[in-house]
């Protein structure tokens, strides 16, 4: 047995995860598959946790939903004391069906309807505005417990352009100026309880970006507690923490990050006035996204002009990330590891009917047969909680392994799944 990157292993040439092999798996479940390592999990969130608890022990960590909502993980993070970061009313329901209490949920939306503010004053979650403007019309419906702004620092970073949620072209976030308009007339309101918010990007592989971030909005929330005389109880540098993609990049050094934002919190509050705050983050993609393979079948390879296309049943309708923003996603074929690669570059597309659907471009693998199993990386975050059923195709199923032990945590959608809200007027019956 040999292990290449934790959770994969190889025996006999055959790709295996949490202690099973990936051909069993496909062959069992069928393909696309997800497959979620639940050790991984685990260790990514006592990871990021240990990274900041040793220099910061108020801390809090809310698991960003959107990156993989599937409830087994939720439940396997909640059970280790995770919070939850949820994005609509939709994911605060399943973050309770997961057990997640309210306290621990903070809700952090944008151009909320009322429905969706009185909603969430209802869950009794920790409200987190992205527009000053929202606030009267949350008050219209009551006061809650604890409230937030989401602050626009300035400055953002992110893998690819669509991933930069702070600076200036970015529809997320308050500055400054108008944030203390927002907390002081959410004071005057009657609020009495407050945090602050920051999420200015994703896929950030640089370490030095996260103390850069959080020294911005401890300062930042420094001036507001001032001019508006209140202190903070959270102070959240949101999450955005990069995983690596491809082979040639490093891990981000979480232990460095955790030490200097620790370091932060442990010195700018008292100097700024500003209590003993919560450090909070709300990661998705470093807790999930290399927990999870995604496999696919080759059912065809065909010879372009340009390139060698290999044809399998994993497309952009199964994982987006590739054909949205050229995401790198590493392949295997699972079933021929440690083969010589071919000097012939491939290019691995899915079944769909659009020039997108690609999930490789320009790659040296070994020789690929028809029938063969490919594994997608680090597909955990952001794999099947964005795929679809573009083209009439049912999403793929999700399996948890353990150690050696596999469970159906998502059956395959079947072709009724696909029908299932459709309705057809009475007149175009018969
Ligand atoms: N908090 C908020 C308010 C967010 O909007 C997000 C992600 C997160 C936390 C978690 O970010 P993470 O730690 O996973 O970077 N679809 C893209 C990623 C979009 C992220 C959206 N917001 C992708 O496939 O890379």
């Known amino acids: 047995m040999q292990v290449i990157e934790p959770p994969l292993e190889v025996r006999d040439k055959i790709l295996r995860v949490g202690g099973v092999s990936t051909l069993e798996l496909a062959q069992k479940f069928g393909t696309p598959l997800f497959v979620t390592d639940e050790n991984r999990i685990r260790e990514n969130y006592k990871r990021i946790v240990g990274a900041f608890t040793t220099a910061y022990r108020k801390f809090s960590l809310q698991y960003a939903l959107k990156a993989n909502n599937n409830l087994s993980i939720l439940r396997i993070l909640r059970s280790m004391d995770s919070g939850a970061d949820c994005s609509c009313i939709e994911e605060i329901t399943l973050a309770k069906k997961a057990g997640y209490p309210s306290n621990r949920i903070i809700y952090t939306g944008n151009f909320n309807s009322d429905i969706e503010l009185k909603l969430a004053l209802k869950e009794g979650v920790m409200i987190n505005l992205d527009d000053v ?119 981000l050094d979480i232990e460095f990050i955790g030490k200097e934002v620790g370091e932060l919190f442990t010195k700018l509050p008292s100097e700024l006035s500003l209590g003993t705050p919560t450090l909070m983050i709300e990661p998705g993609r470093y807790i999930v996204g290399d927990t999870t393979i995604l496999l696919a079948k080759v059912h065809g390879k065909k010879k372009g002009t340009v390139t060698t296309y290999v044809g399998t049943d994993a497309g952009m309708n199964t994982l987006l990330r590739p054909a949205l923003y050229g995401a790198y996603h590493q392949v295997y074929v699972a079933n021929r590891m440690f083969h010589r690669p071919n000097p012939e570059k491939i290019t691995i597309c899915g079944q769909i009917c659009e020039n997108t659907d690609v999930i490789a471009e320009g790659r040296r693998l070994p020789l690929i047969k028809e029938g063969d199993i490919l594994a997608i990386l680090n597909a955990g975050a952001y794999g099947f909680a964005m795929s679809s059923q573009y083209n009439n195709r049912p999403r793929a199923a999700e399996v948890l392994v353990n150690g050696g032990t596999v469970d159906l945590i998502r059956e395959r959608e079947t072709v009724s799944d696909l029908t299932l809200h459709q309705k057809i007027p009475e007149r175009l019956k018969n």
């Open 133 to 251: 403007a929202q606030l009267p019309r949350l008050r219209q419906f009551g006061k809650p417990e604890i409230l937030s702004f989401r602050i626009n620092p300035g400055v953002g970073k992110g893998r690819y352009a669509g991933l930069v949620f702070g600076g200036r072209r970015t529809k997320f976030g308050i500055e400054e100026k108008k944030a203390v308009k927002g907390y002081l007339s959410a004071k005057r309101s009657g609020i009495r309880h407050f945090g602050i918010h920051v999420m200015s990007g994703s896929a950030i592989l640089e370490k030095k970006y996260f103390p850069k971030v959080a020294e911005r909005l401890l300062n930042i929330a420094g001036r507001i507690a001032k001019k508006v005389g209140i202190e903070f109880e959270f102070i959240n540098i949101g999450g955005g923490f990069g995983i690596p993609y491809k082979p040639s990049e490093k891990a």
